[in-house]
């Protein structure tokens, strides 16, 4: 047995592994009734994330950069609300939220999928880098704009990655936020998804005592659009890379699926899941003082993005 398939079949605790698709881990699921926001639902693992919570029966709030683009996404399902969420626009992403809201409907789950990745040169917009702002400012403040209308058992879902891991050292760097002293694309992502992991838990300890529940997810390395500012070749091995290694679209986006809906997961919280399972994150995830520093610090930004 070759060294791929045994990690492809690997499974833990869950009973669902590396390589479990969205649809293994909601066979059986009837989702009818419930409300799940997907932010990105125009490509990647957004795209398959909402073709599969579709067809077990939930409504789809579909999120993308523009109204059009949502539209045509959710196109394929029916009653789904097609909604515009430019998350490096602070308006934008009021405007989203207002629009939730009047729309009075209980949220069962908040699917805070968009991201980019790597961009080659440091960008800046509102002052902010432009990963950290688009991946987790826009993300901050969708969710809690939207935490009133959470529905009792709601749970936020925030894409993490593995990548978090590649942050600056001290995790978060609160003293050069936006890159200035000088820029890493990978070091930038990382802290964009180090922000989402320290978000999602300091979340949790904020919904304790609810039924409510937030955590974050790393989906594990599959060929997407996310590859964009990647080098060109880099981006040709990409899709042969996947073929022999990475994961599909459908088995990258079951971890999220499964946290979201899987009824083996209500009442977790405050937790980082890879491959359908309770995983690992780097000591700096863990740190409830950083955590809590970037809660402030984020509030801060937002207050100023006016
Ligand atoms: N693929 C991987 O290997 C991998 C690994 C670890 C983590 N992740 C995470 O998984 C999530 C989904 O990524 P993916 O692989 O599915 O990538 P993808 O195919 O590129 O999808 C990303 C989605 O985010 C949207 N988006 C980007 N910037 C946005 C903005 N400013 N406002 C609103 N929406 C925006 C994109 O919209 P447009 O199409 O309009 O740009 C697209 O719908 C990301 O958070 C990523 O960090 C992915």
Known sequence: MSLVSL???????????????AEEVTAGLDLRGKNILITGVNSGLGEESARVLAMRGARILGAARSKEKASEACRAFADA???????????????????????????DVLL??????????????????????????????????????????GRVVILSSGAHAWAPPGGIQFDDLSFERGYSANRAYGQ???ANLLFARALSRRLQGTSQTANAVHPGVIATNLARH?????RILMPVANVIAL?????????????AVNPAVSGVTGEYFADCNVAKSSAASRDEALGERLWTVTEEIVRGLG
């Not at 990690?7 to 698709?21: C, D, E, W």
């Not at 602070?90 to 207002?98: N, T």
């Not at 939730?100 to 209980?106: D, F, W």
């Not at 990647?230 to 880099?234: A, I, N, Y």
């Open 7 to 21: 990690i492809k079949g690997r499974r833990g605790a869950s009973g669902f592994g590396y390589a479990s698709t």
């Open 81 to 107: 609300v097609p909604l515009a969420c430019e998350l490096s626009e602070p308006a934008s992403v009021r405007a989203c939220v207002d629009e939730v809201r009047a729309l009075g409907l209980g949220i």
């Open 112 to 153: 805070c999928n968009a991201g980019i990745m790597a961009l080659p040169a440091r960008t800046l917009h509102h002052g902010q880098e432009m990963q950290f702002l688009t991946n987790h400012i826009g993300h901050f403040m969708l969710v809690t704009g939207l935490l009133g209308s959470l529905s009792e058992h």
């Open 192 to 194: 964009s998804k180090l």
């Open 230 to 234: 990647m080098p060109l070749g880099m």
């Open 247 to 259: 994961k599909s679209v459908h088995e990258g986006a079951a971890t999220q699926c499964y946290v």
